[in-house]
């Protein structure tokens, strides 16, 4: 080690974090120490919000990225307040999917450096992650409703609630010819709601406070998709904290997931308002106890039925860590007796009764050809239709699903059974995602429920898994994958190419920017990219 380097030894005391002591001695350290610098926040926030802010190329695409009917959004529709620059066209011209695609890349890639920094720079501010977090969120916050229809379809429901028709048996078609219907589409006009009394409760007050005006509902239905991000970012700390995890990491992983901004915020899912108060009410056990925490997990299911795994999570952990069965299975009992307790209250207030729970199923029967219970159907329909088989594809899906669910219900009883030697909240989140993985249909908003429990408590190895998870849905969730290959063939090989290109020029230009905190030196020179002593450059925890 030369003499320079183990002055610097000297000077920097073990253990002290490095961002400390650079702010105090940037013109003393040499240019050395530049390798160690912390990554820049407002660097990262630029870059990623505009990265998010290409995907508002969506609006041109036509029917693949956004819904084009009249009056969808405030802008970027066909009788939108601020005019049209819309195109009723159902596949997507090349300057909508150098927008789309190129943005989510970059942004993919902005996220991943970000974690990266995160990890090599630990104890980083939560509130400067959230703030970046946040710089990212804002387009889709402010964009139409991107690559689902779903938020129109809670709004016909919403107005179902405040006209005291009840959503459980019937759908938004009833309501004939208004927005309320017509955006929804009839692919929901006549299907029954599959969500509990929490969400239809809040569904029917923003309706009532829109005053029945279908773009003012859509608004207050995208801000509760902001709300339950805004309660991940308050839960996950905690929940990090509890495990020894570094906080500002899990916020990162969790709530800055480009899945998560894209498909919850940007498509307005009531995922989010789900995961949102299920993380809030595991935070609330870790820090207050479990009636609390169930309380809050109630309300969760009541949003969506597969929240209610938190609630026999807390009951089965409830009694300790060295408790026998008997006793677990008491408390566990207790939980549901009181999650359904609170549930019984919403029902009751609401007007919407028990009707969910019949309901829930409701849209197991769509085709996303991209799921495993779909690509499963569709290999073993072509072997028996091979061996001379004439049982339907249908039939063949319909015992694929049950498989699968059945799989799930195993995995799921055998991950909450174990999850005091597991840990809890890492055998609520795989049992979140396996359940997702396998369920009849999987749409990319569906993996936030595990991946956002999971962030908290993952490790390297998991961490590289959601992180694949959460690229593979992001791309995926953004449109058909069949109606892409068929946009890519319309505009020519030129467009074509070029849009390639340019989507391909957008990611490597995330790849390569600098996102460090470089300050410039005294003397003005070059710096010489020479790692630092283990002892300044990697700090005792």
């Known amino acids: 080690m030369s003499a320079m380097s183990g002055d610097l030894t000297r000077r920097i005391p073990a253990g002290r974090p490095i961002r400390a002591a650079w702010s105090r001695r940037a013109l003393l350290w040499p240019a050395e120490a530049l390798d160690a610098a912390p990554p820049s926040f407002r660097r990262f926030a630029v870059a990623g919000l505009l990265a998010a802010a290409a995907v508002a190329g969506a609006v041109v695409g036509g029917s693949s990225f956004v819904s084009h009917l009249p009056g969808a959004w405030f802008f970027g529709t066909p009788g939108g307040p601020l005019g049209s620059v819309s195109t009723g066209a159902s596949r997507a011209p090349a300057l909508a999917i150098?927008?789309?695609?190129?943005?989510?890349?970059?942004?993919?890639?902005?996220?991943?450096?970000?974690?990266?920094?995160?990890?090599?720079?630990?104890?980083?501010?939560?509130?400067?992650?959230?703030?970046?977090?946040?710089?990212?969120?804002?387009?889709?916050?402010?964009?139409?409703?991107?690559?689902?229809?779903?938020?129109?379809?809670?709004?016909?429901?919403?107005?179902?609630?405040?006209?005291?028709?009840?959503?459980?048996?019937?759908?938004?078609?009833?309501?004939?010819?208004?927005?309320?219907?017509?955006?929804?589409?009839?692919?929901?006009?006549?299907?029954?709601?599959?969500?509990?009394?929490?969400?239809?409760?809040?569904?029917?007050?923003?309706?009532?406070?829109?005053?029945h005006q279908v773009l003012a509902d859509l608004v207050l239905l995208r801000l509760l998709s902001v709300v339950g991000v805004a309660l991940v970012v308050a839960g996950l700390p905690v929940l990090a904290r509890s495990v020894g995890r570094d906080a500002g990491l899990a916020v990162a992983l969790g709530a800055g997931s480009p899945v998560v901004l894209a498909t919850i915020i940007g498509g307005a899912h009531n995922d989010g308002l789900m995961v949102g108060l299920l993380v809030a009410g595991l935070a609330a056990w870790k820090r207050w106890g479990p009636v609390p925490g169930i309380v809050l997990c109630a309300l969760a299911a009541g949003v969506k039925a597969p929240a209610a795994l938190g609630i026999v999570l807390i009951g089965w952990n409830w009694a300790g860590h060295d408790a026998g069965v008997v006793r677990r299975g008491a408390r566990t009992l207790l939980g549901l007796g009181i999650a359904g307790t609170v549930l019984a209250v919403l029902s009751a207030v609401s007007g919407v009764g028990w009707g969910w729970v019949v309901s829930l199923t409701a849209g197991d029967t769509i085709w996303t050809g991209v799921t495993p219970v779909d690509a499963v159907t569709r290999v073993a329909a072509g072997l028996l239709h091979l061996a001379g088989a004439t049982t339907s594809t249908a039939s063949v899906r319909t015992v694929v699903a049950l498989t699968a669910v059945t799989v799930a219900m195993v995995a799921g009883t055998w991950l909450l059974w174990h999850s005091p030697r597991i840990g809890p909240i890492r055998a609520l989140g795989l049992a979140l995602l396996v359940l997702a993985l396998l369920s009849p249909v999987l749409w990319s908003w569906y993996l936030t429920w595990g991946l956002v429990v999971l962030a908290p408590v993952a490790g390297d190895r998991l961490r590289r898994g959601l992180i694949w998870l959460s690229v593979a849905e992001t791309i995926i969730g953004a449109s058909s994958v069949l109606g892409l290959l068929r946009s890519l063939g319309h505009d020519g090989p030129l467009a074509d190419s070029l849009a390639v290109l340019g989507v391909a020029g957008f990611v490597l230009l995330a790849t390569r920017a600098r996102y460090d905190s470089h300050p410039v030196s005294w003397a003005g020179r070059k710096p010489m990219h020479r790692r630092l002593p283990t002892a300044v450059h990697r700090p005792q925890a």
């Open 98 to 211: 150098l927008g789309v695609y190129g943005g989510l890349g970059a942004l993919v890639v902005i996220w991943w450096r970000f974690l990266r920094a995160l990890r090599a720079h630990p104890g980083m501010p939560v509130g400067q992650v959230a703030r970046v977090v946040a710089a990212w969120a804002a387009p889709f916050a402010v964009a139409p409703p991107l690559f689902s229809r779903d938020v129109y379809s809670y709004a016909g429901q919403g107005a179902l609630v405040t006209f005291h028709i009840n959503p459980y048996h019937y759908g938004p078609g009833v309501l004939g010819a208004t927005p309320f219907n017509l955006l929804a589409g009839p692919l929901w006009a006549n299907t029954p709601s599959p969500y509990g009394p929490t969400f239809l409760s809040l569904d029917g007050l923003v309706t009532q406070l829109s005053g």
